[in-house]
């Protein structure tokens, strides 16, 4: 669906480290100074998702096919990026090109790791993230309140409404303040969509810890973790260092080394589903004798969307969807004991697609 999470942060925070680590590979060159990253580097990761093995195990396919996200590792931002400075504009531009981002933030002590600001601070890291996010935002809604004020004039009634709305958040970013925060109406919210605003994508913050501080909380996650509610956003705490270290081992060594730390499954795991829901998206599954398969649909689609994902030929000539639940099928433990339940639903256009969703389309070639 082309649907991507962006990594962001200042320079040395640990972006590349988590990076490589989700994609198990090391696309992104790491090194102990900023602007390491000079490229977007954009890696797929696999959804985990304990329910398809478990379908898998009931309808025993010769494939299984997992969701997917695209990840997007953005080099480090500084002070005055929005003015050019580091390398300033060509980054924004990448953030633009995401759905979702995904803020890292150093709470991690090392004298051998260089911190841009010179100490680790959570709050004022991510105020100078945010600040840059903010005025590249004022720069492109003051360019098109422009263009927009001129056509406007033409009493044009579309254009009157978009430029009420462009001037509205500019005020909101005049104010120093979030467009994803902000009080806007549907139509708005569109608008600031079109507009690809930096600040009004969702986003997760990603505590960078040690070790050490995976079971108990430090004083700076804390802090991240008082403004992160404030913020009404999500954070999680993950160790880079530890993450690229499990990337490392095989299936079995993760699992001791797991055990060892005292966790259940590797903070990426966590970092990755989370993303997922912060896209605001939902899986539904397709099941049969030659593959189990996960796909994405954003929240909200209704059923001929969902079958235009598997293929456009299916929404074009959708008739139907038969439909049941994950949950059900656990129950039962077979398909047949779905259906003998009366449990299997049919489904017409109008049907919103639920997360956890079982579905088979019929449709007129």
Request: negative net charge.
């Amino acid at each position: 669906m082309g649907l991507s999470c962006g990594i962001v942060g200042l320079p040395n925070v640990g972006k590349s480290t988590i990076f490589n680590a989700l994609t198990q590979s090391t696309n992104a060159p790491m090194a102990n100074y900023p602007f390491c990253t000079i490229d977007p580097n954009v890696g797929i990761v696999s959804i985990p998702d304990p329910r398809l093995q478990k379908i898998a195990a009931i309808f025993k396919p010769e494939k299984v096919t997992p969701n997917i996200l695209e990840v997007v590792d953005i080099a480090g931002l500084i002070k005055g990026a929005s003015s050019g400075e580091g390398l300033g504009n060509k980054f924004l531009s990448h953030i633009r090109e995401v759905q979702a981002i995904l803020h890292v933030i150093r709470c991690f002590e090392d004298p051998n790791v260089i911190h841009v600001s010179g100490s680790v601070d959570p709050l004022r890291d991510i105020e100078v993230i945010n600040t840059e996010l903010a005025l590249a935002d004022l720069e492109t809604v003051s360019k098109r309140l422009q263009n927009v004020e001129k056509k406007a004039k033409s009493q044009d009634k579309k254009m009157i409404k978009e430029l009420e709305a462009i001037k509205k958040i500019k005020e909101i970013l005049e104010k120093g303040e979030l467009v994803r925060k902000a009080h806007l109406s549907e139509d708005e919210k569109v608008i600031a969509q079109e507009l690809c605003l930096l600040t009004s994508k969702p986003v997760l913050y990603v505590a960078n810890v040690s070790e050490e501080f995976l079971n108990k909380d430090s004083e700076d996650f804390l802090i991240l973790k008082e403004y992160a509610e404030k913020d009404q956003a999500e954070v999680l705490k993950i160790s880079g260092k530890v993450e690229a270290e499990l990337a490392s081992l095989t299936p079995e060594e993760q699992n001791e080394f797991l055990k060892d730390l005292g966790i259940e499954e590797p903070g990426l795991h966590v970092l990755i589903r989370k993303a997922f829901k912060l896209l605001n998206l939902r899986t539904f599954f397709t099941a049969g004798p030659e593959e189990v398969r996960a796909w994405t649909v954003r929240g909200g689609f209704k059923a001929p969307q969902a079958a235009g994902v598997i293929h456009s030929d299916f929404e074009r000539g959708f008739i139907r969807a038969e439909v049941y639940h994950y949950n059900d099928l656990l129950a039962q433990g077979s398909e047949a004991q779905v259906k003998n339940k009366g449990l299997l639903r049919l489904e017409g256009k109008e049907y919103e697609v639920q997360d956890g969703d079982m579905m088979y389309f019929r449709f007129a070639t």
